[in-house]
């Protein structure tokens, strides 16, 4: 067995070598779309960073039935090789990305724990309802909904084989990603004739993004994201710095890059917040997708009940965008607004000039007048 060090490089190396090869054949393929096969299913991406609401954002596209969900796949790698910078990562990443959107689970065994064999092995695999439900899990009928407690402790033995067969049947294939920091990397999967690939880009306040921060533990993956700036003096603010600058880069690329015309959207979490079901209606028709009155129901429930939990999804919407107001000290915000001016000025935050203004919560400092599609 090799060690562990050498495990490590000889993956990353096999799925860079892997995709240095498939990303040249890639960009020798029109990107026209009368060239792609018929009734390919649709691969969206929804792109973001940690604490913007992505985990939200993907629960949209969960609940609907036409819909093969998953949740997160690209932490696999990085937990695998956590030792790597974010940069060189975002490779063995789109390959896994790119197999993924097409139903092959193969790449998963080398970032799975005893080489993956069970959908149990997936983090957060009772994210995903199509994993709660026949014929993945038995432990369910078709008539009692998605119940993702139940799902964690019944439906964790189907193989991952049988994960990539259900899949195949499904019309749309959505992931989400909040470790894509560099949306150029992605450029040559928009050439694959496999793929009808899709970006649906979720930004947020990143004074409230930074706010959130403060409640959860993510050491290792900051520690990725500033591996080559010099990691040893890891503080909210630095990691916010870089975040903010990839979200602009990633509008940038999106703005700059023929191939991603009419297949890139934009949406702040904030809209999404006070106006659930506009902007789901937005996203469905983006990705192609018909909002039944059922789904209808579910979104207005979800951002109007209060419920506790880490991960829970009911709750006040509006109150959450509002938060970072009354709990953060306004030296911090003024760092993060410093950090964050270029990301702020694009994405349209206003920024808050004194203790005073941040606490009078009749001021608002997000523009309403403004798009990034």
Known sequence: MMPPHRTTFFCLFVSLSFFSLSSYFFLKIPSSTNSLPKNKPVHLLVVSSWRSGSSFLGEIFNHHNDVFYLFEPGRHVWMTLKGESSELLHFPVRDLLRSLFTCDVSPLHQYLPYGGKHISDLGFFDHSQVLCAPPACSAFTPSEGYDQTKCYKHCGNASLDLMAEICKTYSHVVMKAVRILDLSVLLPLFRDPALDLRILHLVRDPRAVALSRKYIDLGIDDKIILKNEGDKNITISRVMKKICKSQVDINNVAKAAEVLQGRYMAIRHEDLSSEPLKYVKKIYNFAELHLTKDLEQWVYNITHEEVAGILSFSRDSSKVAQKWRTDLSFDFVKQIQKNCK?????????????????????????NEEWSLE
Do not use: C, H, W
Request: charged residues 35%; without cysteine; aromatic residues 12%.
């Open 342 to 366: 270029e990301a702020m000025d694009r994405f349209g935050y206003r920024p808050v000039k004194s203790k005073i203004e941040q606490k009078n919560l009749t001021l608002d400092f997000v």
